[in-house]
């Protein structure tokens, strides 16, 4: 094994040990990463509203360290070790590991992995000074990305640009955005730098500036305006990505869809009744995505430096670990909490992350396994 000097002998992690019981922190002993595996410093961790199947043992994973939007340096690898080195900045999202042998990943779909793992569920993740992450999960970072406003992207960040860059648009072509929260911020980034005609819709005129100071051409306020309607007078949307969880809202944004258009659903928004005759007459697909690799998520990190696209972050040191995920939970985190480990509790933390922070905004994505407990979530993501 090596390691980078210094390497203490315990570190904590912030641990759920009782469903619905608040995080405990502890301390664990720092031991060598097994063969497969790195053991990465956690420079920055975000809080996922997926992080609730662990708060709320929505799966039976208990005792468990959450945590999937995770950023850090190597700092220990097995003997072996061929492609991460030591002080290698690094990533890892909701895709903790896959098997390589099974059917899926025999037709290279690593990402539906039938004993795929999932970091911060099945395996102890990010919210703790340090993570082990198995090797073919981890992406590389590029370190000019602020480790807090890149951890998100290896969520929410992976699904929007993931999706986009899949669908089958040409550059200036329409993208409506439906929903201007975690994801909706972000796909209206990701939608502008792809060179896509980028119209955001929101259900008021509260989010027009922050919509049109992300790139957003136009903003549709469905207060004012029949959505779909403006959007067929534009010439159609090709892709209509929808990030906001309205199983009401979503079907009516069908007759906004051009012929061979696709409605990409990104939030899970539970039970959705879909009339067929304009799937059907207009050829359109109605189609999710779930998440993405490591490879995707190296993929989401270079594309949004080059393009400087940015998450707003408020950050909490792991002893504020319950305020973070509160905060987040309520959706009151502006817009997206994240804990950076190496932040020491004052009481000034509100004065220092007010100063620290909120560049462009950024909240939360929702993986393929989410949460079906009513009244939990609100809508699948409540962050919207
Ligand atoms: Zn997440
Ligand atoms: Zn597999």
Redesign the pocket.
């Known amino acids: 094994m090596s390691t980078v000097p210094n390497l203490p002998k315990t570190y904590r992690v912030a641990l759920i040990e009782k469903k619905d019981e608040p995080f405990k922190l502890v301390s664990r002993d720092l031991v060598p990463p097994k063969e497969g595996q790195v053991l990465v410093k956690v420079l920055a961790c975000g809080v996922c509203h997926s992080d609730g199947i662990v708060k709320h043992e929505l799966m039976p994973v208990l005792p468990r360290v959450p945590g999937h939007e995770i950023i850090g340096d190597v700092v220990a690898i097995p003997a072996g070790e061929k492609k991460w080195k030591l002080g290698d900045r690094v990533g890892s999202g909701w895709q903790g590991g896959?098997?390589?042998?099974?059917?899926?990943?025999?037709k290279h779909d690593?990402m539906?992995?039938?004993?795929?793992n999932i970091n911060g569920i099945l395996t102890d993740g990010g919210y703790g000074e340090y993570v082990y992450l198995r090797t073919e999960a981890v992406a590389s970072i590029p370190k000019e990305l602020d480790p807090a406003e890149a951890a998100p992207l290896m969520c929410a960040g992976i699904t929007t640009f993931n999706s986009l860059r899949h669908m089958d648009v040409k550059p200036g072509e329409i993208v409506a955005i439906q929903g201007i929260g975690g994801l909706g911020h972000l796909a209206i980034q990701y939608s502008r730098a792809m060179g896509y005609r980028t119209v955001a819709l929101s259900t008021s005129a509260a989010k027009e500036t922050l919509a049109k100071k992300l790139g957003a051409h136009i903003y549709l306020d469905s207060s004012k305006v029949d959505q779909a309607a403006e959007l067929q007078k534009l010439g159609g949307a090709k892709v209509m990505v929808c990030t906001a969880p309205s199983a009401e809202a979503i079907p009516k944004l069908l007759d906004g869809i051009i012929p061979g258009g696709t409605l990409l659903l990104l939030a899970l928004a539970g039970d959705i009744v879909f009339p067929t005759l304009p799937i059907i007459s207009k050829r359109i697909r109605v189609l999710g995505w779930p998440n993405g690799t490591a490879e995707d998520g190296e993929d989401t990190a270079d594309f949004s430096k080059l393009q400087n696209i940015k998450c707003m972050v408020e950050r909490y040191p792991l002893d504020d670990v319950e305020k973070a995920y509160e905060l987040m939970s309520t959706n009151k985190a502006k817009f997206r909490a994240v804990i950076v480990p190496g932040l020491v509790s004052t009481p000034e933390m509100g004065e220092m992350k007010d100063s620290m922070a909120m560049k462009t905004p950024m909240m939360a994505s929702d993986p393929p396994m989410a949460p079906k407990k009513k009244g939990l979530f609100k809508d699948g993501c409540g962050c919207m």
């Open positions: 896959w098997c390589g042998t099974c059917s899926r990943c025999l690593n539906t992995c039938e004993n795929g």
